[in-house]
């Protein structure tokens, strides 16, 4: 990992240090049992997704699984129309994360590389997009999208999340813009690059990591929505993953393995996501804590 | 005076017209609705809105759910700012300074992934996955049966005694990991020095983490702080997904208030004052704690 | 190609001022090079030509063209910069057709510019590589590709040889001088090592403290400078100033009474110089080691520098100031032992109050 080696690069190597024996088997025994308990959850809700639920009403939920039956699993899957939720989330957060980048991009460019006069004044007010809670904007949206007919639909649900990641983006791409190398910049003015040129043929090329880190961002909290899903998303086909674990609850189904079933579908994907792009996660959670 | 840089500054703003309309559209408009909306009675149907003044703050004033979502909210920033940055710190320092030299980087690496897990998932699930767990006849208390302390089985999230904790363990659960990411990507950048320096010192783990690591830490446990506390007051889907507020209103927080009141019981003013009133809070705790980090930047440490 | 005309030119940056009623013209196919130290506003000026600056009032005209109002690209310049801000995503081969493409210049145009760029520069092998791949001196040559391949009518040079190591940047300097000898193209050149400025310009032009201070050939800048500023900035070592005590006449022209006694001859004429506040100026070449009869000034020797053509003594006088002189080849002085120069008369110059130089009459 990126982070990794530059990790590796300031830590003493641990040839060199003197291993003081037994402690240290214990702190490593200590944070093998946090660890055990943090994804206790995890393996509770994959073992027991595969198992009978007589299995499970005669060995109880921790032990393994005595066979392998997806039927739990099945049946969730198609109760919920999970394919179809799976769709709509990447959907959404595909194209929020898009948005809320490009949109991010615009205006990082115009405060960072253009200074423009009252460009901090706007990155204070956008402040209060990170800051104000969904509830208070939920419900004159709510109102507005009925009557632009865009309620229940998709599309009001990405412009909506992706205007308020714009916040968080236009921060991080301003910052990084405002230490972008002017040279460059005046070097393809006089090249006779219009602005839009710059920014297109000049910057972004230069800058796809940290688009990219930014974008995975967005699409993992995009994806991990709750609130405005749940509230313009009303019809069955157009919720999301999130939605449908929340509104589960409220079956409060009693059987054991389709609620394990349920979780497992439900946090499988992100697992996914994660395994795939670690490396740019951790990365970039280092870019944005530490400016 | 400066003519060609006015006009050349000129086209730069045009960039920011799509990203200031939609932040007009989708965050300031609302926001000024609302605080209107507050200020009425309303069933958000065709019936228009009627003033009443006041009303309904003063009858929040009274209202004993809402002090309640409050004082839930301040027991929520300990579980979900003041616990996982502690926790964070100290699992931070011991992986990064410890299991590293001790072990290998991978051991490390290998920790800080399995406990970031958590971060990762969509909170509803999560809070599925533990009401699951956390159920009267589920494992939790399967286990503690299974170990003989069967009398410490509850009904973890039926129970207003135990609802509370039990999901601000879920939270601790959840929030860890990213305090854990974030200092361990900012220790670093610690010069190892100032360890080694410490160890010939002859500091004890303990004197070096007071010591080093949580002053050079400062800039990102105060992001994490600030991020992490204004996630608390916002906190929501955990709420939703495993207590509905309840039992009787024993977790609710005022997001979940105002959700109910929106769209339970439709009523609106209400409701809008609630999130109003949250709102400002939360401006109000923002400003003072960004006052307090550029103070501490300021004076230096 | 195309000359260079500069009017009343002022700039400020906010409340400060940075340059003052500059007024300038550059001739077509000159090289010339603004000399000065750090903050004199050099670096602002090119830019202002540029476009890079915005000006606070006056006019620019570049081949009698109004430009000063003009976006950088409309201006017919092409500029080096110092840290050679090449596009770094780019191969050389694009970062040089970028600004080509950009103003819709036919394929064949094109390669056709870049091969011969190439050819100038000896870099052709380079052309498919990313500036990442490059080393520092390569990457100066594709800055000075791009440069060239716009064919402009001025190029503009922005220290470019700081950022190169020392062997580098004297061969460099060499095939700059080269490259306008080719093109015949007009360049203005920023930088404060005079060394650079007196090997490469057609012309100086040293700048002081929001001012020009002298226009002139290296030769006559040496030579003849027109202020105390100009003496002391080019040369190295740099000139000797010695205060005078007391003047007095000789044929109309002057003669100077040091406060350690000695009595200089010069060719500098009486006329136009006032009482009191003056300096004498001479260059350690024009001070030769002599004997004590034949001296006209001496004292006792402090330091010795041998740099192998020549070696720079370091005497203090007997008052108690310090003047530097010469001896060629490795002198056998030795230090502590007194010592005499003869001064060259006409190589004489006299500082006024004003700092104003006043030099020989022939």
Redesign the interface.
């Known amino acids: 990992m990126a982070t990794a080696s530059s990790i590796s690069t300031h830590t003493v190597s641990a040839e060199h240090r003197v291993r003081s024996g037994f402690g240290r088997w214990v702190v490593l025994g200590i944070l093998l049992v946090f660890l055990a308990g943090t994804l206790f959850p995890f393996f509770l809700a994959a073992v027991n997704a595969i198992k009978t639920p007589s299995d499970y009403a005669a060995n109880g939920p921790l032990a393994l699984p005595r066979s392998f039956d997806l039927t739990a699993l099945k049946n969730f899957w198609a109760t919920v129309d999970f394919p179809r939720k799976l769709f709509n989330s990447v959907l959404i957060s595909g194209c929020t994360a898009i948005l809320a980048v490009v949109l991010s991009l615009l205006n990082a460019y115009a405060i960072g590389i253009g200074r423009v006069r009252g460009g901090q004044g706007v990155l204070v007010l956008l402040l209060i997009s990170i800051m104000a809670p969904q509830e208070a904007l939920v419900y004159p949206l709510y109102y507005m999208s009925k009557q632009v007919g865009l309620f229940d639909s998709m599309l009001s649900v990405i412009l909506i999340i992706g205007v308020l990641h714009t916040a968080f983006g236009t921060y991080l791409l301003s910052s990084v813009l405002a230490t972008f190398p002017r040279e460059i910049i005046e070097a393809a003015q006089i090249d006779n690059a219009s602005r839009w040129q710059i920014l297109w043929m000049v910057i972004v090329p230069v800058l796809r990591p940290t688009l990219a880190v930014l974008a995975t961002f967005f699409f993992i909290w995009t994806w991990n929505e709750f609130l405005i899903p749940l509230v313009f998303l009303v019809s069955n086909n157009n919720q999301t993953i999130s939605v449908a674990m929340g509104v589960l609850t409220g079956a409060n189904t009693q059987d054991p393995t389709a609620i394990a079933a349920a979780s497992l579908l439900g946090i499988t994907p992100t697992i996914i996501f994660f395994l795939i792009f670690q490396r740019t996660l951790t990365r970039g959670v280092a870019v944005g804590a530490v400016k | 005076m400066d003519k060609s840089k006015s006009a050349g500054r000129a086209g730069y703003y045009l960039y920011m017209i799509p990203g200031v309309l939609g932040f007009v559209l989708i965050v300031l408009v609302p926001l000024i609705a609302n605080f209107a909306i507050s200020f009425t009675t309303w069933k958000g149907g065709v019936i228009p809105p009627r003033y009443v003044g006041f009303e309904n703050y003063q009858r929040l004033l009274h209202d004993a759910a809402f002090w309640g979502s409050i004082q839930h909210t301040l027991l929520f920033i300990i579980s979900m700012t003041i616990v996982p940055i502690i926790l964070g710190l100290v699992l931070a320092a011991v992986l990064f300074d410890y299991i590293s030299a001790q072990f290998s980087q991978t051991w490390s690496s290998f920790f800080r992934a399995g406990f970031y897990l958590p971060q990762i998932l969509p909170l509803t699930a999560a809070g599925v996955l533990w009401a699951w767990i956390l159920n009267p006849i589920g494992i939790i208390n399967a286990v503690l049966k299974a170990i003989g302390l069967d009398f410490m089985a509850k009904n973890w999230l039926g129970d207003a005694t135990y609802a509370l904790w039990a999901v601000s363990a879920v939270i601790v659960w959840v929030q860890v990991g990213y305090c854990l990411v974030v200092f361990m990507s900012g220790l670093a950048r610690v010069d190892p020095s100032l360890y080694e320096a410490a160890e010939l010192d002859n500091a004890s783990w303990f004197a070096r983490f007071r010591a080093i690591t949580i002053p050079m830490l400062m800039p990102e446990i105060f992001v994490v702080a600030l991020t992490t506390l204004i996630a608390a007051l916002k906190v929501f889907a955990p709420i939703y997904v495993l207590t509905s507020g309840g039992p009787d209103n024993a977790t609710t927080v005022p997001s979940y208030l105002s959700y109910y009141h929106f769209f339970t019981t439709n009523r609106v003013g209400y409701a809008a004052a609630i999130a109003t009133l949250q709102t400002v809070m939360t401006i109000i705790l923002g400003i003072v704690f960004l006052r307090m980090q550029s103070k501490q930047a300021e004076g230096g440490h | 190609m195309a000359g260079i005309n500069i009017k009343s030119l002022t700039k400020h940056f906010g409340a400060v001022q940075v340059l003052n009623d500059i007024d300038l013209t550059i001739e077509r196919g000159e090289f010339v090079v603004f000399l000065g130290g750090s903050g004199c506003g050099k670096s602002t000026l090119l830019r202002m030509i540029?476009?890079?600056e915005?000006i606070?009032s006056g006019e620019i005209w570049i081949g009698g063209k109004r430009v000063d109002?003009l976006?950088?690209?409309?201006r017919g310049?092409?500029?080096v910069?110092?840290?050679y801000?090449?596009?770094?995503?780019?191969t050389v081969r694009d970062n040089m057709s970028?600004?080509l493409k950009?103003?819709k210049t036919p394929k064949h145009e094109i390669a056709r510019r870049i091969e011969e760029a190439a050819k100038i520069l000896e870099m052709p092998h380079l052309l498919d590589r990313k500036p990442s791949a490059l080393s520092g001196g390569q990457r100066q040559r594709v800055a000075i590709g791009?440069a060239i391949v716009?064919e402009p009518d001025v190029f503009l040079f922005d220290e470019p040889l700081s950022n190169l190591d020392a062997g580098l940047r004297t061969r460099t300097r060499v095939e700059l001088a080269q490259l306008h000898e080719r093109l015949g193209a007009t360049m203005v050149f920023v930088t404060h090592d005079q060394v650079e400025a007196m090997t490469l310009a057609d012309r100086i032009v040293l700048l002081n403290n929001k001012k020009i201070e002298q226009v002139a050939t290296p030769v006559e800048i040496y030579t003849r400078p027109a202020t105390r500023y100009v003496a002391q900035f080019v040369g190295s070592p740099g000139m000797n100033f010695i205060n005078i005590a007391g003047l007095d006449e000789a044929g109309g022209l002057a003669t100077a009474t040091l406060p350690d006694g000695s009595v200089i001859k010069t060719a500098v004429a009486l006329n136009g110089l006032s009482n009191s506040g003056l300096t004498l100026g001479i260059r350690p070449e024009h001070l030769v080691v002599t004997t004590a009869e034949k001296g006209d000034i001496g004292g006792q020797v402090e330091t010795i520098e041998r740099l192998g053509d020549r070696s720079l003594v370091h005497v203090r006088l007997k008052d108690g100031s310090k003047i530097i002189g010469t001896d060629p080849g490795m002198t056998t002085i030795t230090t502590g032992s007194p010592i005499a120069f003869a001064v060259e008369a006409t190589k004489v110059s006299i500082f006024d109050e004003k700092d104003a130089a006043h030099h020989s009459v022939n």
Do not use: D, K, W
Not at chain 3, 71 to 74: F, L, N, R, S, Y
Not at chain 3, 85 to 90: D, E, G, I, S, V
């Open positions: 540029a476009g890079l915005t606070t109002q976006p950088p690209g409309e310049v092409s500029m910069f110092q840290s801000a090449l596009y770094p995503h780019m970028f600004g950009n103003i791009r716009r």
